[in-house]
């Protein structure tokens, strides 16, 4: 990922909390804080790798009612690294991903402040790479592509207070890339605890 890429995604991310910060109260906003494990998978014709790393987030959201909400989130699911053997030298990867997210969050209200969560949406997803080789060990290739595609997710959700709710969701998301013109796909199945406050 580069600087100005960062940039992008750090002001996307500030202005989400602005925004919920300063909404009035019982306005139907809120804001969530995620932080979690991704598991991360690229398949590119006959190679594999694969990996978990940490993932964190923040998202924004406008519930209609008790039932249905429009969420606003960015994700970054963090670097898994992988390695493969070709003509006997080794080619070192360092796999990067995020994305933002649009969708909807239906909630099914079960019990004692307990409901089961399920989402659906659309991702603008980035993915970036860092190739190393043994027979060149001061150089680094950087490359990556982008694109949009969908994501789902299942949770369960506890509200402890009309304000405060927690979470443990997941979500997964499949991205049709392409890299010098070979299509391949990347997976992240995410698995995040949340924390949110409800304006």
């Known amino acids: 990922m580069n600087r100005h890429d960062m940039r992008n995604k750090l002001l996307i991310a500030g202005a989400l909390c602005v925004f919920a910060a300063n909404v009035s109260a ?18 590119i014709q006959d190679l594999s790798f694969s990996g978990s790393s940490l993932s964190l ?15 606003l989130s960015y994700i970054h699911y963090g670097e898994v690294k992988g390695s493969y053997h070709f003509d006997g030298d080794e080619y070192k990867e360092n796999i990067e991903s995020s994305s933002i997210n649009l969708g909807l969050k239906g909630s099914f209200p079960i019990q004692n402040g307990f409901s089961a969560v399920g989402r659906l949406g659309v991702s603008r997803w980035d993915y970036n790479v860092k190739e190393t080789y043994s027979f060149s060990p001061g150089e680094t290739l950087k490359f990556g592509d982008e694109g949009i595609d969908l994501y789902y997710g299942l949770g369960a959700e506890y509200r402890a207070s009309n304000s405060m709710r ?17 299509d391949f796909d990347h997976t992240v199945g995410n698995l995040a605890l949340s924390l949110g406050y409800t304006f």
């Not at 987030?57 to 039932?67: C, E, L, Q």
């Open 26 to 43: 019982d306005s139907g906003f809120s804001i969530d804080i995620l932080a979690g494990n991704a598991y991360q998978k690229t398949e």
């Open 166 to 182: 927690i979470a443990l969701e997941y979500t997964y998301l499949s991205m049709g890339a392409e890299l010098n013109n070979v």
């Open 57 to 71: 987030g923040v998202r924004t959201a406008y519930a209609f009612n008790d039932y249905l909400a429009a969420e």
